[in-house]
């Protein structure tokens, strides 16, 4: 079974460009999370959707972050422009809706420069 | 926001040695699970603890969960290279159904 599809799993861009995180769920989940971990902060929540539909996105930086997911088997995350400090691994998750056990993409290593 | 503390937060170790790792709250955990990470990958859970004063095992794992559904810890026994990693815990359910916070945890490192 295939889990949790990221794309790309590293980027590296300058600073000022445009960056497109890729999320592919687990087939038939319907809730979907995007995370960002640091060393500093650790893992953080970003926004996560129910059913394609945005939850809470209290957890997203800056307007510079967004977050889209146009049907069931897709989401990006997209930083415009990025900055040095966006440097981090951005992890997507899904789960069923209601169920807690959330299963992890292997994430995607960003580094802005 | 519930505050979650993970401790200590590196510890090194030779194989064969038993090991503690805590997750402790500022208010009571509605659940709380237990992730490990390895290097390159994303969290993988581990177990969930639902009641107060529950414990679960896991092969060599032992997960308890306090009474007061405060507090809870992960003891390794007889600890091997392949368990290095980073362990995580996270709340989870409450208010914010289907909602994790994750404590910032304890990085693993099992030497041969």
């Known amino acids: 079974d295939a889990g949790v599809i990221q794309s790309p799993r590293h980027e590296v861009t300058e600073m000022g460009q445009e960056v497109t995180l890729r999320c592919k769920p687990i087939s038939g989940h319907n809730s979907l999370f995007w995370y960002r971990q640091t060393m500093m902060r650790g893992l953080e929540l970003l926004i996560y959707?129910?059913?394609?539909?945005?939850?809470?996105d209290s957890g997203m930086p800056e307007d510079r972050f967004s977050a889209k997911m146009p049907n069931a088997s897709f989401s990006t995350l997209k930083i415009q422009p990025s900055e040095p400090r966006d440097s981090a691994v951005y992890f997507c998750?899904?789960?069923?809706?209601?169920?807690?056990?959330?299963?992890f993409g292997p994430g995607t290593r960003l580094t802005v420069l | 926001t519930q505050l979650l503390e993970q401790s200590p937060q590196f510890l090194s170790i030779q194989e064969g040695e038993n090991l503690t790792v805590y997750c402790n709250s500022s208010s009571v955990f509605s659940s709380l699970q237990w992730y490990r990470q390895e290097p390159g990958e994303g969290p993988v859970l581990l177990v969930t603890?639902?009641?107060?004063?529950e414990v679960k095992k896991l092969k060599r794992l032992t997960f308890q969960f306090g009474d007061a559904r405060k507090d809870s810890s992960l003891h390794i026994t007889a600890a091997q290279p392949g368990d290095t990693g980073l362990y995580l815990c996270a709340e989870a359910g409450g208010t914010s159904y289907g909602k994790l916070t994750f404590g910032q945890g304890t990085i693993l490192t099992v030497h041969p």
């Open positions: 959707f129910n059913n394609n539909v945005p939850i809470d």
């Open positions: 603890v639902v009641t107060g004063g």
């Open positions: 998750a899904s789960s069923f809706l209601g169920v807690n056990e959330q299963f």
